[in-house]
């Protein structure tokens, strides 16, 4: 249904004409609000990113701010709880109208790391968003190398990076599906419009997945039968296990790598289970946002 909130914010659920892959819901800052968010998180100062103290710090004071502004929203609120909780109904929140930094550098077309932004509007608001769910932010040393290792830089470039920079689409997954502690929430968020105006982001629910399939394949699913190998050429993998035995179905998160040959069974009967996920993914409509 329609949800309304304080200065008469939009909302909606998006749903797709069939059955529905996911359960999407839509809300548009106000105008009023924006404005004045953006003024007081643009004086935020994240002095040192590879330190947990300093991120600690300027996650509480985003989170502050951003909760003084929204204290009249508490059905968003339980929309971000609701979407972070195992037996929760929503797939994903889409906010719209959000403040911007007053300056973001141009993309590089040298296969480097962007310039950094002298503020940290964007960054505040996707770890602020984040607590207000109920998580926390998780970094990897992997990530260090080619970008912030808390918020990672998403434009197509060359040389090592993640699915977010990879110059091609990519199939449904998981980020970091390999590591021994994997994100349960990815967080979004668009500074630029890019040069494909039309291009979207696809998202399903795994409960849509598994109700494709049988019973038995579910159950195969979520035994740990599965071995996934990480990506070569960008990875550390250092501290992570990659010939333990994992499920690849685990609440309600699917472990899919980006690169299917990663994945395999530890037996027939896996193997086959995960023949029958590919072909039920391709059957799934997925829900498009853009």
């Not at 590879?50 to 710090?57: G, V, Y």
């Not at 010939?243 to 990663?262: A, C, F, Q, T, Y």
């Amino acid at each position: 249904g329609t949800i309304y909130f304080e200065d008469t914010p939009t909302s909606e659920r998006i749903v797709p004409e069939n059955a529905p892959a996911a359960d999407v819901y839509s809300w548009t800052m106000p105008d009023s609000m924006r404005d004045t968010l953006g003024r007081e998180l643009i004086g935020l100062k994240w002095e040192t990113k590879d330190s947990i103290a300093s991120t600690k710090e300027f996650i509480e004071q985003a989170k502050t701010v951003l909760s003084k502004h929204l204290a009249g929203s508490e059905l968003l609120e339980e929309m971000l709880i609701d979407l972070a909780s195992e037996t929760g109904s929503t797939d994903a929140v889409m906010l719209h109208n959000l403040p911007m930094d007053p300056y973001i550098p141009s993309t590089p077309t040298d296969g480097t790391v962007s310039l950094h932004k002298p503020t940290y509007v964007a960054e505040a608001i996707l770890l602020a968003i984040g607590e207000l769910a109920g998580t926390h932010v998780i970094g990897y040393r992997s990530e260090k190398e080619y970008s912030n290792p808390w918020v990672h830089e998403g434009f197509p470039r060359k040389g090592k990076g993640s699915a977010l920079t990879a110059p091609d689409g990519v199939p449904h997954h998981q980020d970091m599906s390999y590591q021994n502690v994997i994100p349960d929430l990815l967080g979004l968020i668009c500074l630029r419009e890019g040069q494909d105006t039309q291009v979207q982001t696809t998202i399903l629910d795994t409960t849509v997945v598994a109700d494709h399939l049988p019973s038995s394949i579910v159950s195969t699913l979520r035994q740990r039968r599965f071995r996934i190998a990480a990506p070569s050429q960008w990875a550390d993998t250092k501290g992570v296990d990659l010939s333990s035995l994992r499920p690849i179905l685990e609440g309600r998160s699917l472990h899919l790598p980006v690169d299917w040959k990663n994945m395999v069974g530890a037996d027939e009967e896996a193997s086959k289970a995960l023949d029958s996920l590919k072909q039920a993914l391709q059957e799934v409509e997925p829900v498009g946002v853009h």
